[in-house]
């Protein structure tokens, strides 16, 4: 019969991180299982089948092959987890225990409240269920071309107390956009977004800005993970190793970004962060050097500014998608709305602050330009805005990096 497989089934698996969550469980077999919509009997049918999880496309597909399938899974709708036991297959939906684990991780409750899942997909038939099961007051499925869609939903549903986004929008790579702009829902109290990659996107930026209780999708997918192994195995993992996996997932794939004027230290503590963390290191004005062709003093004398910025914003954004580093940027990058967005969707965002006494002019084309308390004076505000932490740079390099380093590994983003 062969070993036993276990893996997740879907069709296209590139940008999952379902591999090390279950190997960090246990199980080190479990593998990414691509297949065509025509392989998916013939699969399914083999004998030494173990466990699987299951994603897009096949939710639904599969359930025409298992012999038995859990109440709740019939409840959503859909089944994203397959046991084989004594010659039979056992269909579930762990979506929904991920999901609930998320809103109480988070302190967010339905309980009474009107809620808005935005999408109607699979994703969407979870969170119904979830709020459902939570005691929502009203649910409402928000789509693009449904009677309840987002050119009617402030007019109807502007009284809506929670949002749960169930749509790719935001999602990586295309992280540009939101499904909805928050300020149309003056009673929200609370967001969730089941996007876990990146960690903060637009639409939880805003819900943070706007001080709501909210949470991105990567605790659902680990605590999803975790049932699923529970199912598998027919054991007991404790909530302490769910959260174990989250935090190092989070430390492992979340950036450290290192904003502040020139001069301030951002390479030399950059550099010893990485060290320290064993993330790999970015300069970034070294990758706009690499990617022009000439140095950036050469790009202001022949290009100009604008032309910097622009090829600015271009590399950063690149930079900032690959997550799991550590980037130092260059003084200016918080001048434009889209660089912030992008260093805080993917990151932990660092102003380093140092007297401007101390600042270096040479080599430097705006601080040779004009005063460097006027430009600090208009790039405060943006550095602050930027930052999810500000630090006093008056301490030796490895002082600031170990201060960075437990900040990091201590909250989230």
Excluded at 102 to 122: D, E, N, P, Q
Excluded at 255 to 275: D, F, Q, S, Y
Excluded at 319 to 344: D, F, H, P, S, Y
């Amino acid at each position: 019969m062969g070993e036993k497989i276990y893996g997740l089934l879907g069709r296209k698996l590139g940008h999952s991180w379902s591999v090390p969550i279950h190997r960090d469980l246990g199980c080190e077999d479990y593998r990414l299982i691509e297949l065509e919509p025509d392989q998916l009997g013939d699969f399914l049918r083999q004998e030494n089948i173990g466990g699987l999880n299951v994603t897009i496309p096949y939710k639904r597909d599969v359930m025409a092959f298992c012999d038995v399938i859990d109440e709740g899974a019939k409840a959503i709708g859909s089944v994203n987890t397959i046991v084989r036991r004594e010659g039979k297959l056992y269909g579930y939906n762990t979506d929904i225990d991920g999901f609930l684990y998320m809103l109480r991780r988070a302190k967010i409750s339905l309980t009474g409240k009107k809620v808005l899942v935005l999408g109607s997909g699979g994703a969407s038939l979870t969170a119904q269920a979830a709020a459902k099961r939570e005691g929502a007051r009203e649910i409402v499925v928000v789509s693009r071309s449904g009677s309840e869609n987002y050119d009617n939903l402030t007019e109807r549903h502007g009284d809506a107390e929670a949002v749960i986004n169930t749509t790719p929008v935001g999602m990586w790579p295309n992280m540009d956009g939101s499904p909805l702009d928050l300020t149309c829902l003056p009673e929200l109290e609370a967001v969730a977004d089941v996007i876990y990659n990146p960690s903060r996107t637009s639409l939880l930026l805003q819900a943070e800005y706007c001080g709501m209780n909210r949470s991105g999708g990567l605790p659902m997918l680990v605590a999803q993970a975790v049932r699923a192994e529970e199912l598998f195995f027919d054991k007991t993992v404790p909530e302490a190793v769910t959260e174990r996996i989250v935090s190092q997932l989070r430390q492992d794939r979340t950036n450290i970004v290192l904003v502040g004027m020139p001069g301030c230290g951002k390479t030399t503590v950059g550099m010893e962060l990485a060290r320290l963390s064993g993330k790999p290191f970015v300069d970034l004005d070294e990758k706009i050097v690499d990617s022009a062709g000439t140095s950036i003093p050469e790009i202001f004398r022949q290009e100009g500014e604008e032309t910097f910025r622009h090829l600015e914003s271009l590399v950063l954004n690149d930079v900032c998608a690959q997550g799991g580093q550590v980037i130092a940027t260059g003084g200016g990058a918080v001048l434009q709305k889209e660089n912030r967005t992008a260093m805080r969707r993917t990151g932990r965002v660092y102003f380093l602050r140092r007297d401007l006494s101390l600042l270096p002019k040479e080599g430097r084309p705006l601080s040779q330009k004009g005063s460097l308390e006027e430009m600090y004076r208009v790039r405060r505000p943006l550095y602050q805005a930027a930052a999810d932490v500000v630090l006093d740079n008056s301490i030796s390099a490895r002082e600031a990096a170990e201060l960075i380093w437990k900040n990091f590994c201590e909250n989230e983003p």
